[in-house]
T-cell receptor
Framework: AQSVTQPDIHITVSEGASLELRCNYSYGATPYLFWYVQSPGQGLQLLLKYFSGDTLVQGIKGFEAEFKRSQSSFNLRKPSVHWSDAAEYFCAVAFGNEKLTFGTGTRLTIIP | SAVISQKPSRDICQRGTSLTIQCQVDSQVTMMFWYRQQPGQSLTLIATANQGSEATYESGFVIDKFPISRPNLTFSTLTVSNMSPEDSSIYLC????????????FGPGTRLTVL
C-alpha cells in the first residue's frame, strides 16, 4: 500500500532563516505529489503540486519543492521564513486516480 | 480555484445524537470528498461523493454511521450518526474536478466535540 512519511513532527525556525520540510513516499510508480498548509483554525490550502515535468516546482508564498525519484522524496523549501508561515504542513500523494494519502504533518514554529 | 463553505463551523453535541454537516461550493464540481482529522492527527478520507450515485466509503467507514448526500453538483452533506466522544474531530470537505489526480480544494472544516 502507498504511504507517506513526514519524519519531522515539529520544527522550530528563526524568522528569516531557511526551511526544509521532508516528505518521503513508498510505492513503485511515480505519484502525484502535493504540499498543503493548514493554519490554526483554517482548512487546507494548496501550496504546490507535482504531476510531471520539471522536478523543481514553484508554489505560492515563496515555497518550492523538489521531486527526487531516486530518493522517493518531495521536500518543501523556503529560503527565508516569515512569522506568518507558522502552521501545520502536510505532504500528500496520489497514485493514478486513487485517493489522496496524507502524511502525519509537520508543525512549524517561527521564533523571532 | 473553488470557494468552499461549511456549516456549522463548530458544534458541541451530546453522545447518541446526530449532526449533519453541509458543504457548499461556488461552482459545479464532479467529485466531493469528506475527510476526518482527529485531534493531532492527519487527514483520513471517509468517502467520495459523486452526484447521482452512492458515495464510496473507505475501509473503516460505513454508510450507517456516516450517511452522505450529494443532491447536485454544488452541495453535499455528511451526517455523523449516533455520536460518541471518539467522533470528536474536524470534518473537512474537499472538491476536485476529476478525482485525486486533480487538485483538491478544501473547505474550512467543521470542528465537532462530542460530550
Amino acid at each position: 500500500a502507498q504511504s507517506v512519511t513526514q519524519p519531522d513532527i515539529h520544527i522550530t525556525v528563526s524568522e528569516g532563516a531557511s526551511l526544509e520540510l521532508r516528505c518521503n513516499y513508498s510505492y513503485g510508480a511515480t505519484p502525484y505529489l502535493f504540499w498543503y498548509v493548514q493554519s490554526p483554525g483554517q482548512g487546507l490550502q494548496l501550496l504546490l503540486k507535482y504531476f510531471s515535468g520539471d522536478t523543481l516546482v514553484q508554489g505560492i508564498k515563496g515555497f518550492e519543492a523538489e521531486f527526487k525519484r531516486s530518493q522517493s522524496s518531495f521536500n518543501l523549501r523556503k529560503p527565508s521564513v516569515h512569522w506568518s508561515d507558522a502552521a501545520e504542513y502536510f505532504c500528500a500523494v496520489a497514485f493514478g486516480n486513487e485517493k489522496l494519502t496524507f502524511g502525519t504533518g509537520t508543525r512549524l514554529t517561527i521564533i523571532p | 480555484s473553488a470557494v468552499i463553505s461549511q456549516k456549522p463551523s463548530r458544534d458541541i453535541c451530546q453522545r447518541g445524537t446526530s449532526l449533519t454537516i453541509q458543504c457548499q461550493v461556488d461552482s459545479q464540481v464532479t467529485m466531493m470528498f469528506w475527510y476526518r482529522q482527529q485531534p493531532g492527527q492527519s487527514l483520513t478520507l471517509i468517502a467520495t461523493a459523486n452526484q447521482g450515485s452512492e458515495a464510496t466509503y473507505e475501509s473503516g467507514f460505513v454508510i450507517d454511521k456516516f450517511p452522505i448526500s450529494r443532491p447536485n453538483l454544488t452541495f453535499s452533506t455528511l451526517t455523523v450518526s449516533n455520536m460518541s466522544p471518539e467522533d470528536s474531530s474536524i470534518y473537512l470537505c474537499s472538491v476536485g474536478a476529476s478525482g485525486a489526480v486533480d487538485t483538491q480544494y478544501f473547505g474550512p472544516g467543521t470542528r465537532l466535540t462530542v460530550l
